[in-house]
């Protein structure tokens, strides 16, 4: 039996196709272009397919995809969704594809995947709360919260657009669990921030994803850039990656909402870090407030992920290990 991935290009799914192969799982994945999908071959070995879906929002996009594999594929992790804020249409770059991606997936697997017994959404905490939300030291939140922005308001500018469609896509999915009734189960993953090394070197571009961005800007810059000390929380790619894994075989996750932040952050304290932990770093890192990490977060909401701490049963990556870590790799392949 194999596992069938949407997105597989993407940050993300590449860590979790690389988990899913050390465990033996055969993996399909779907990618835009030959070019992607041969890229992940050469890194991923012969274990990994990959299926060309150029546009997740055309009707019956995975259609031909699933059909293909329907004797094989057991388990669907639907991670393909757009992440992104340099855009002027928001809604048709990041509301549409989140809606009409997981609508079409959900349909493709119900008609032409009739083996498949779990369906992992790849969520986020942006449909747990608002953009404003989040930020209110007066609110809390946990696995039971959902963002109930409107479409409108969605539609209004890139940010709202992004939590709007995280929220619009999971609660079509849970929508279409109750009313279709269809014969898999369906767990959702809430990441927070996803920082974290790429699952290979060859993988650290000019850009990064829109998380590890903030980290790589930082070196970047230069030592007299100015820079937003975005605030919120965070989690660890590859603990990201194992939640999806465990997914998969725990059937004590059947039907959760698995919220993952492991604290929260502001990207001062990531500066603090990479003084700390890369001296020889130092002379081309801004200045920012040293030491005022503590108090950038007062302001953030409060939330609890108990409940999912206790199902997955692993201790998430701290924030030092997370930055260490992705600036080594990114030292390696760029020596500054």
């Known amino acids: 039996m194999s596992v069938f991935i949407s997105g597989a290009s993407g940050f993300i ?34 274990s990994f397919q990959y299926e060309i879906v150029p546009d997740i929002t055309a009707t019956g996009a995975f259609d031909e995809a699933l059909k293909k594999h329907l004797d094989s594929v057991k388990y669907v992790l639907h991670t393909a969704s757009p992440f992104f ?7 048709r770059d990041l509301i549409i594809p989140a809606i009409q991606g997981t609508k079409n997936i959900l349909g493709s697997i119900t008609q032409y995947a ?34 109930n922005i409107s479409y409108a308001d969605a539609c209004k500018d890139p940010i ?25 189960d369906l767990v959702a993953i809430n990441p927070v921030y996803v920082f974290g090394p790429q699952a290979f070197d060859s993988e650290v571009k000019k850009e990064l994803n829109t998380s590890n961005e903030y980290i790589y800007s930082l070196i970047k810059n230069g030592p007299h850039a100015s820079f937003d000390n975005a605030k919120g929380s965070y989690v660890d790619v590859r603990d990201v990656a194992r939640a999806h894994v465990a997914a998969l075989d725990d059937e004590k996750l059947v039907g959760k909402r698995l919220f993952l932040t492991n604290g929260q952050f502001s990207i001062q304290m990531i500066l603090d870090t990479l003084r700390e932990k890369f001296p020889q770093l130092a002379s081309q890192l801004p200045e920012g407030t040293p030491g005022s990490g503590p108090e950038d977060i007062k302001s953030l909401a409060k939330s609890s992920n108990e409940a999912t701490r206790k199902l997955l049963g692993f201790e998430f990556r701290n924030l030092d290990t997370i930055v260490e870590d992705t600036i080594e790799q990114i030292l390696r392949v760029n020596p500054q």
């Open 160 to 184: 709202y657009a992004y939590y709007g469609a995280k929220s619009f896509a999971e609660k079509l999915a849970w929508e279409f669990l109750k009313v279709e009734v269809p014969d898999f």
């Open 114 to 147: 009739p083996k498949v017994s779990k369906v992992v959404i790849t969520s986020s905490d942006a449909a747990i709360y608002s953009a404003e939300d989040e930020q209110n030291s007066a609110l809390s939140f946990d696995e039971t919260s959902w963002n």
């Open 85 to 91: 804020y340099n855009t002027t249409q928001p809604e």
């Open 13 to 46: 799914a590449q860590h979790i196709i690389k988990q899913l192969l050390s465990k033996g799982y055969q993996v399909v994945g779907t990618v835009r272009s030959a070019a992607k999908g041969q890229r992940l071959q050469e890194n991923f070995g012969p």
